[in-house]
């Protein structure tokens, strides 16, 4: 199977949250396999999905210290299919148009773990390593980031180095943004569950329905992106109090810009205390800590302060969830988004609502005078790419990684912006090629 062949049947394979990694990390074992790689596997079980971790290396004996060459393949859900316009309203077949690729998971980042593998390859026979290397494909990142967490539990591999596969447009990521990953549940009054109840049960209705549409993006680049929710959010505070809410839907994952929400409503009801009010108060001091978010400015960075988005709305039989993400630049102090959380979750028990925290990854940062900064940046300069490091508004494993002692950079093929989380993803098969190249001189460089 040659290398564009390996592309698309990894893009074919389905490894979203709801099907899992298992049927892609085993074939990209039985590829690191027949490369002459020894592998280590570990299985784990997010809910009653089975997920693996695929460990690769050069030589069977596991060695004091390794350099870490790190993907994840597991990608985000693609949302409708009918807006994957280049790849026929199908997500998971990878199209080729003038020499790009186009698929879910083709930047983000199913395709790196490829360019990681023809790279270590080519060394497969070596057996005098300075820092051998430790090819390794993670689950779960998109939801938690449980993959690379387990992996550092368990003591599966000695890092001292570590490539952290993130789509940059081959540029060197040496900081990125920390995440808090945020749900609120609104409960309906039980006479408004009643009545929603009844009325499913009618055959007349005085409902009305409305679809609002918005441009997904990246959670971490909202300004890309058109936030159908909240425009529906909008609409919404212009209706009466008296209004009941029938339904509520919007988004594909807390992790996006949502494209697309819709609004059911009867505006003939008269139930009290209608879940609407308390639906726009938390809204609108959400929008107050979007505010104050713009006092703090951090400028490695862009957007250059911490920034928010409501990514999932979803009705319950007696709840309304919202979901969303907040990103949280280096500079911010633990006290100060301590706080905010906590003003935040004050606003949601004042209203009978339920608040928590379900995650949160601290922002990492490697030093740009650091040998392994300085050392990537002379490679690229020898391959013609730019070498300046960047940092990233959102959040992956490097921040995990990091915090054991890893010195940690970011780099693959690919561009962010605009791109991932949206169903026009894709990759220049040209800049996979130079990726490649890129992590055959990092192995001569660090290992070697």
Not at 58 to 74: A, I, K, S, Y
């Amino acid at each position: 199977m040659d290398f564009i062949e390996a592309c698309r049947k990894f893009i074919s394979i389905d490894s979203t949250p709801a099907h899992g990694n298992k049927e892609l990390a085993l074939f990209a074992a039985e590829l690191c396999r027949k490369s002459g790689l020894y592998l280590d596997l570990q299985e784990d079980f997010i809910g009653d999905i089975e997920s693996l971790n695929v460990i690769a290396r050069p030589q069977g004996d596991r060695p004091p210290q390794e350099f870490l060459m790190q993907t994840h393949l597991d990608t985000v859900d693609p949302g409708p299919f009918a807006l994957w316009t280049e790849t026929g309203c199908n997500p998971f077949d990878a199209t080729i148009i003038d020499g790009k690729i186009y698929g879910l998971g083709s930047a983000d980042v199913k395709l790196d773990f490829l360019c990681k593998l023809e790279a270590i390859s080519a060394y497969a026979n070596i057996k005098n390593w300075r820092l051998p290397p430790v090819l390794v494909a993670t689950y779960g990142e998109e939801i938690g980031m449980q993959g690379a967490l387990r992996l550092i539990r368990k003591n599966k591999v000695n890092a001292k180095l570590g490539l952290i596969g993130e789509p940059s447009d081959l540029k060197l990521i040496s900081a990125a943004k920390g995440f808090a990953s945020v749900e609120i549940r609104i409960p309906f009054t039980e006479e408004e569950v009643r009545y929603r109840q009844e009325h499913n049960l009618k055959e007349s209705t005085s409902t009305q329905s409305k679809l609002f549409t918005g441009k997904a993006a990246h959670s971490s680049m909202p300004h890309l992106g058109e936030s159908a929710v909240l425009k529906m959010l909008e609409y919404l505070e212009q209706m009466p109090d008296s209004v009941t809410l029938m339904e509520i839907d919007g988004g594909v994952n807390y992790n996006s810009v949502p494209g697309h929400a819709l609004l059911e409503i009867d505006v003939v009801s008269s139930t009290s205390k209608p879940i609407i009010k308390k639906i726009m108060t938390i809204s609108r001091q959400i929008k107050t800590l979007e505010k104050e978010f713009k006092k703090f400015l951090d400028s490695d960075f862009f957007p250059p302060h911490p920034t928010l988005n409501i990514g999932l709305v979803r009705t319950y039989q007696d709840h309304i969830l919202i979901a969303g993400t907040c990103r949280i630049p280096p500079m911010i102090s633990n006290e100060t988004y301590e706080a905010w959380m906590s003003h935040l979750h004050s606003v949601c028990n004042e209203n009978g609502s339920h608040f928590r925290v379900t995650d949160y990854k601290k922002p990492f940062r490697t030093k740009e005078t650091s040998d392994f900064v300085v050392a990537c940046q002379a490679e690229l300069r020898a391959l013609g790419l730019d070498d300046k490091p960047q940092t990233q508004p959102s959040t992956n494993e490097a921040s995990i990684f990091s915090r054991t002692g890893i010195e940690c950079l970011c780099f693959g093929p690919g561009k962010r912006e605009g791109n991932v989380h949206t169903p026009t993803e894709h990759v220049v098969i040209e800049d996979l090629h130079k990726a490649v190249e890129f992590y055959k001189r990092a192995i001569e460089r660090f290992c070697l």
